[in-house]
Every structure is written in structure tokens, then in C-alpha cells.
């Protein structure tokens, strides 16, 4: 079992950055790749971005690539989003999750975090 909290949301300004923080509990975190999603009001839930286990492989979507980057630290249990270059139409409830399947699909992860609000003012 795992437990998932995200933190960091909040209001920017566009141009601007944020970091996302998702702190896991349990001793298994290392072996679940990790990832990053997003829901707007109205739409699908959207792949962001993955993690190995290891952290040695990052996945960004091309919507979010150059800009958004992915990393974890395997003794503090947790993984972050580094959000640059903030757009309006990142604005989003942003999820992380652990899984071992498909990277890129919901479906395939276990866990999932509450969701922290990232808005994007243009």
C-alpha cells in the first residue's frame, strides 16, 4: 500500500514556475515508477510526465517537454515536478500516482494523490 500527498500548488503568473512536491509513504516507493497528471475542468485526465524506478529514465509529454521536469529522490520517498515557462493552459489539478504498467495511461497506475490546484493567470 501507498500513500500519496502532494504539495506546491498554487496562482502564477504566466512565464513563471512552480515545483510540485508528492511525498509517498510506505517502504516500497522505489519500486513503482512514478507520474505526473493533470485534469482541467471539462476534460480527460492528461499524462504529464514519468519516472523510472531508479530515476535514471524521465517521460515528459510533448505538451509539457523543455519546459516541465520530472525527478525523485528514492530516500526521501518523493517526487517532484519542476514547472518553468508556465502557460494558462497549464492550469490544471495536478495528480501524482505509482504504478508499474504503462507509463503513460491512468489506468495502469495503483495509487493516486489527492491532486493539488496549479492556476495559470494570463
Known amino acids: 500500500q501507498v500513500q500519496l500527498v502532494e504539495s ?3 496562482l502564477v ?5 512552480l515545483r510540485l ?11 513503482y515508477h512514478m507520474g505526473w497528471f493533470r485534469q482541467a475542468p471539462g ?3 492528461e499524462f504529464v510526465a514519468a519516472i523510472s524506478r531508479s ?4 517521460y515528459p509529454a510533448d505538451s509539457v517537454k523543455g519546459r516541465f521536469t520530472i525527478s525523485r529522490d528514492n ?7 519542476q ?10 489539478v ?17 495509487y493516486w494523490g489527492q491532486g493539488t490546484q496549479v492556476t495559470v493567470s494570463s
Open 83 to 92: 514547472m518553468n515557462s508556465l502557460k494558462s493552459e497549464d492550469t490544471a
Open 94 to 110: 495536478y495528480y501524482c500516482a505509482a504504478g508499474m504498467g504503462a507509463l503513460t495511461i491512468p489506468k495502469e497506475y495503483n
Open 55 to 58: 530515476g535514471g529514465s524521465t
Open 13 to 17: 503568473q504566466a512565464g513563471g514556475s
Open 21 to 31: 512536491s508528492c511525498a509517498a509513504s510506505g517502504r516500497t516507493f522505489s519500486s
Open 75 to 81: 530516500a526521501k520517498n518523493t517526487v517532484y515536478l
Open 8 to 10: 506546491g500548488g498554487g
Open 43 to 45: 476534460k480527460e485526465r
